[in-house]
């Protein structure tokens, strides 16, 4: 586990904030154990305009790290309830132990919730010494790769959302979330009025209007159609790296290539948004 160590405390205005070959900016010269709503506002503002802040090199607690996810709202619980930390429970695991399954598929999480998180944050607590990246896509570009009758057509449509079939998740947790979740499968991002293509592949078990067998390889065909190399970021994990995610404009997914004897373990914290809406609604 990472110990908190002092840090020189640093002035929102001295933060820098370089923006990344493909997608996402790098944030350097800022100290997460001191929050202020300046922080907030610059690290908001950073957030709208590049999807992906990177920010390396911070020695958090698990109070600390939620702390500092509060400048961007209200951390909300995940649904995998046995993974939450116990001294902090809006902080929980992704680990490659005990039954969590690795997210291979592109996502945006938690879409199973009337109100999903507009940001997942994740920080490098043991990462192993080759593989196990996150990568991130933007999902505005692959909205706007779409031809215009397409991006017509995807615009009056809507999914279903529940828990899918994956492992990790207890029958209280199911319980918890019943699902039928309705969520426009293009998300207008509520404070940048950009459109985004938004769907989770297996948590989304209807389209209205469509045959249930036909809903999985369609979605699966918008990803494999709209998510190009040049619109994504692949992010090579060392301890101490806190990578935030706009999941109101992005996607993700893991690379499961590193030695699974090794520990990899992040600390995800989910901050709650607003219901989605889209330009049907």
């Known amino acids: 586990?990472?110990?908190?160590?002092?840090?020189?405390?640093?002035?929102?205005?001295?933060m820098n904030i370089e923006?990344?070959?493909?997608?996402?900016?790098?944030?350097t010269d800022v100290d997460l154990t001191a929050p202020t709503p300046a922080m907030g506002a610059r690290l908001a503002n950073a957030l709208n305009e590049h999807i992906i802040l990177v920010i390396r090199g911070q020695t958090l607690t698990p109070q600390q790290y939620r702390d500092a996810m509060c400048m961007f709202g209200?951390?909300?619980l995940q649904?995998?309830?046995?993974?939450?930390?116990?001294?902090?429970?809006?902080?929980?695991?992704?680990?490659?132990?005990?039954?969590?399954?690795?997210?291979?598929?592109?996502?945006?999480?938690h879409t199973n919730h009337e109100v999903p998180p507009k940001l997942t944050a994740l920080y490098g607590v043991s990462i192993p010494?080759?593989?196990g990246d996150t990568e991130f896509a933007?999902?505005?570009?692959?909205?706007?790769?779409?031809?215009?009758?397409?991006?017509?057509?995807?615009?009056?449509?809507?999914?279903?959302?529940?828990?899918?079939?994956?492992?990790?998740?207890?029958?209280?947790?199911?319980?918890?979330?019943?699902?039928?979740?309705?969520?426009?499968?293009?998300?207008?991002?509520?404070?940048?009025?950009?459109?985004?293509?938004?769907?989770?592949?297996g948590?989304?078990?209807?389209?209205?209007?469509?045959?249930?067998?036909?809903?999985?390889?369609?979605?699966?065909?918008?990803?494999?159609?709209?998510?190009?190399?040049?619109?994504?970021y692949r992010h090579q994990w060392r301890q101490g790296d806190l990578v935030?995610?706009?999941n109101r404009a992005a996607m993700h997914r893991v690379h499961a290539n590193y030695d699974p004897d090794e520990l990899r373990l992040l600390w995800r914290v989910l901050v709650r948004g607003d219901r989605p809406r889209g330009p049907a609604d």
């Open 74 to 76: 209200e951390p909300m």
């Open 138 to 201: 933007n999902m505005h570009a692959a909205y706007e790769s779409l031809s215009e009758d397409e991006r017509e057509a995807v615009a009056t449509q809507f999914t279903l959302n529940s828990m899918d079939s994956t492992t990790g998740y207890s029958d209280e947790d199911r319980a918890r979330y019943p699902g039928g979740i309705r969520h426009p499968l293009v998300r207008i991002h509520p404070e940048t009025g950009r459109r985004a293509l938004y769907f989770h592949v």
């Open 79 to 109: 649904h995998r309830a046995k993974y939450n930390l116990p001294e902090c429970e809006m902080v929980s695991k992704v680990v490659n132990r005990g039954g969590f399954p690795p997210a291979l598929n592109w996502h945006t999480d």
């Open 129 to 131: 010494p080759r593989g």
């Open 244 to 246: 935030i995610c706009d």
């Open 1 to 14: 586990m990472v110990e908190a160590q002092p840090l020189r405390r640093r002035h929102p205005a001295t």
């Open 203 to 232: 948590k989304s078990q209807g389209i209205e209007g469509m045959a249930s067998d036909a809903v999985r390889p369609y979605l699966e065909s918008l990803l494999q159609r709209t998510i190009k190399p040049e619109h994504t």
């Open 19 to 27: 923006p990344l070959t493909q997608l996402g900016a790098q944030i």
